[in-house]
């Protein structure tokens, strides 16, 4: 029997809570203890405060603001993306 809270959006997956994977529920970010590197591309969805990203990543070695890029900032820029995961981890060479 399953009892539904509130209505499903369309892109949720339906899986009773027992069947969830790390693929499906958000990673519990306090757990992370390797350096972050985190760069916000001017047209990303979502404009991250650099303090939020501190409180959820507290071993942040990096962080980046640059004005092009999007979501898919890999295809879209791929030498800046390049250059910033360069940049991230440069200090662990």
Known sequence: MTARVRP???GEPRLPKANRSPT???PDTRTVKVPVGF?????????TP????????PTLTYFNKVDKGG???AWEEPQLFA??????????R
């Open 71 to 73: 979501h898919f900032a």
């Open 39 to 47: 760069t916000q591309f001017r047209g990303e969805i979502v404009r």
């Open 24 to 26: 499906t529920d958000p």
């Open 8 to 10: 499903r959006s369309p």
């Open 83 to 92: 250059t910033e995961i360069r940049a991230a981890f440069r200090t662990l």
């Open 50 to 57: 650099r303090s939020w990203v501190e409180r959820a990543y």
